[in-house]
Each structure stands twice: as C-alpha cells, then as structure tokens.
T-cell receptor, first 116, second 118 residues
Framework: AQKITQTQPGMFVQEKEAVTLDCTYD???????LFWYKQPSSGEMIFLIY??????QNATEGRYSLNFQKARKSANLVISASQLGDSAMYFC?????????????FGTGTSLTVIP | GAVVSQHPSRVICKSGTSVKIECRSL??????MFWYRQFPKKSLMLMAT?????????EQGVEKDKFLINHASLTLSTLTVTSAHPEDSSFYIC??????????????FGPGTRLTVT
C-alpha cells in the first residue's frame, strides 16, 4: 500500500483565495511526522510545515496550515490568500518513528497554479 | 535555517563516463544524508541512506555498484554515477538530517543536480 497518497495531480486557484491540497497516509506506527514541501520549477525542496502524530493542535506557519485528522489519516495543506508565487509542485511526506534519521516517504505531488 | 549545497547544479556527460555529485551541509554536522532521484513531474524516490563513516544503505532496486555513495565526513556525502547511460538522466537531490536545532525533525534538502547523459 502507498504510504502517502495525493489524489490531486493538478489544482487551480484564484489569487487571494484559499486552497486545500489533499494528503492521506498509511502507517501502523503510532509515532510519525507529516511534512509538506513546495518545489518550484527551480527544483529545490522548500519545507513548509510539520505535524507530529502526538501534536494536539493543527500546525500553522504563516499562510500555511495543516488540517490534521488523525482518525481519517489525512493531513491536508491549506494555503490561505494564495499568491502568484505559490504556483509550484507540493509534496506531502511522512517519516515513521521518532528517529529523525528515518527515511521520508513522499506522495506523487500536486501541481498548484495560481491564476491572477 | 540549515543550508545544504549540491555541486554541480547541472552536468552533462557522455554515455559511459562517470560523474560525481557532492552534497554538503554548510552550517551543521549531518550524521545522516539521503539521496533521492526525481524524474520529470514525478515524486522523489529514495535511492540510499548514507551514514557518516559507514556503508550506505540502498533501497531495493538501486544498483550500489552503479551509484556509489561515500559519506566521508560529517559535512560531505558524494554520489558517483558510474558508467552513466542516458536512462540515468534525472534530477538528483540530497538531504541531510538536521542537527541539534529547534527543528531537528526536519530534513534539509539541497537544491538538486540535473544530470543529462548524452
């Protein structure tokens, strides 16, 4: 089974609107971390937000928030007030266990296009 | 935040030659580095996990004799693609496990190296 599933290959959003990028995960480990990365056309992976499996609150970082629904095993990324510079590929990732040296599992990504 | 560099950013080589890609952690010691491969418009695929001073652990299906990984110091890991073929053309990204920082849960990614084999 896929560890990380992103079902939206492409999304469009109007500038200044909010958009939700979906991510579901699969693990039997009670300890895990969930990550979102942005990859612009330059290729670099830019860390956006992190959610630990034991975190009680949804993570927020500026315009990014993570809608963490543990029972549903979903970790959707919400981008508020979209900007043209938000156009990029977005990857959801998971690391199982507490060891920060454990590998990341990446989803297939969602290509977001912000329309002026 | 922590910075990871990769060199070169782009390389074109002829089929049959070898090419070395360097991954450096610039402001922290990285005991663990990871090498990923990414095809156009696809996800990152983990190739191997590299621990300083020990042999790399390769993922299933990755030829360790073709993709040589050396993690000789706490700030440098190298990936050598030996006897490169056109199908090795790809975007190679390294990442390093963060050190003792507030965001030690992160992996810090390098900017990637685009390899084209002609």
């Amino acid at each position: 089974a896929q560890k990380i599933t992103q079902t939206q290959p492409g999304m469009f959003v109007q500038e200044k609107e909010a958009v939700t990028l979906d991510c579901t995960y699969d693990t039997s480990d009670p300890s895990y971390g969930l990550f979102w990365y942005k990859q612009p056309s330059s290729g670099e992976m830019i860390f956006l937000i992190y959610q630990g499996s034991y975190d009680q609150q949804n993570a927020t970082e500026g315009r990014y928030s993570l809608n963490f629904q543990k029972a549903r095993k979903s970790a959707n990324l919400v981008i508020s007030a979209s900007q043209l510079g938000d156009s990029a590929m977005y990857f959801c990732a998971m690391r199982e266990g507490l060891n920060t040296g454990n590998q990341f599992y990446f989803g297939t990504g969602t290509s977001l296009t912000v329309i002026p | 935040g922590a910075v990871v560099s990769q060199h070169p950013s782009r390389v074109i080589c002829k089929s049959g030659t070898s090419v070395k890609i360097e991954c450096r952690s610039l402001d922290f010691q990285a005991t663990t580095m990871f090498w990923y491969r990414q095809f156009p418009k696809k996800s990152l695929m983990l190739m191997a996990t590299s621990n300083e001073g020990s042999k790399a652990t390769y993922e299933q299906g990755v030829e360790k004799d073709k993709f040589l990984i050396n993690h000789a110091s706490l700030t440098l890991s190298t990936l050598t693609v030996t006897s490169a073929h056109p199908e090795d053309s790809s975007f190679y990204i390294c990442s390093a496990r963060g050190g003792e920082t507030d965001r030690s849960y992160e992996q810090y990614f390098g900017p990637g190296t685009r390899l084209t084999v002609t």
